[in-house]
């Protein structure tokens, strides 16, 4: 399995689907400012 | 993540925005989304590329989840922080949303020249003088 990213390395891209089914790049969430990207476990 | 939907009028107004990913599906993602008011979209990595590109795929649990974690990345793609949630060690929310307005306020100093502020020498001396 990947490495988890650490703090001064590049963010891998991707591209994702959100809950309405609108297709959401790394790049586009990014593009104005810092992001935070919170993974949760889901699936309960 | 309910922590999160509090202070996100913060995060906005230090520049910073956020989003939350799960392998859930749609549905099941956009029902949490409601449930929880969260103010931010929640994206689905059902084929659980992401995750597992990100090191944080747990394939112990629950027919393979996400475990908990945080990153803040910059619009150059740089990770700016990273922590992987544990039994052990709970990611800091307030830590999170404090750096980021740290930053911000960095940002701004570094724009504007710096002005003392006479009001509080005023109030200071003021204050003195009362006791």
């Known amino acids: 399995m990947a490495k988890v ?3 001064g ?9 959100d809950s309405t089914r609108v297709l959401r790049r790394l790049s586009e969430l990014i593009s104005h400012g810092r992001l935070v990207l919170l993974f949760y476990r889901g699936n309960w | 993540m309910a922590y999160y939907r509090e202070h996100y009028p ?9 989003v939350a990913v799960s392998v859930d599906a749609p549905d ?3 029902a949490l989304r409601g449930h929880l008011s969260l103010p931010f979209p929640v994206l689905c990595d059902t084929e ?4 597992r590109d990100w090191g944080i795929y747990n394939s112990r649990e629950k027919g393979g989840i996400a475990k908990p974690a945080v990153f803040i990345i910059d619009p ?3 990770v700016r922080y990273a922590a992987v949630d544990t039994v052990v060690r709970r990611v800091p929310a307030a830590e999170i949303v404090s750096s980021l307005k ?14 003392p502020l006479f009001s509080e020498w005023i109030r200071a001396i003021r204050n003195s003088i009362q006791r």
């Open chain 2, 10 to 18: 913060e995060i906005r107004s230090a520049g910073a925005s956020a």
């Open chain 1, 9 to 17: 390395e590049l963010a891998q891209e991707f591209e994702l689907p």
């Open chain 2, 28 to 30: 099941k993602s956009e």
């Open chain 2, 102 to 115: 740290n930053a911000a306020k960095a940002q701004k100093v570094r724009r504007r020249v710096h002005v």
């Open chain 1, 5 to 7: 990213p650490i703090a």
């Open chain 2, 76 to 78: 150059s793609h740089l």
């Open chain 2, 48 to 51: 659980r590329r992401v995750v």
